[in-house]
């Protein structure tokens, strides 16, 4: 999948979340949502871009990402 169509889908999620909770909770329900609905290969990919610092996030989005990439566990 692309780079910059995997950064829409979450700023996407991102303007859903934002709209009812302040910043940091809406980050918390990003990352939420993309662990439970997204592909494993999807969210290994957005967290890359991420990793790489893609330009394109919204705030909320790059929070998001930023807190599912913590949350990973490590393969092995």
Not at 67 to 72: I, N, R, T
Request: charged letters at 30%; aromatic letters at 10%.
């Amino acid at each position: 999948m692309q780079d910059d169509y995997l950064i829409e889908m979450a700023n996407d999620v991102s303007s859903f979340f934002v709209a009812a909770r302040d910043p940091a909770a809406a980050a918390t329900e990003v990352m939420g949502h993309i662990r439970r609905f997204w592909d494993p290969r999807m969210r290994r990919q957005i967290i890359e871009c991420w990793r790489k610092g893609e330009a394109g996030f919204s705030d909320v989005a790059r929070a998001a990402v930023a807190l599912l990439a913590a949350d990973q566990k490590p393969a092995g």
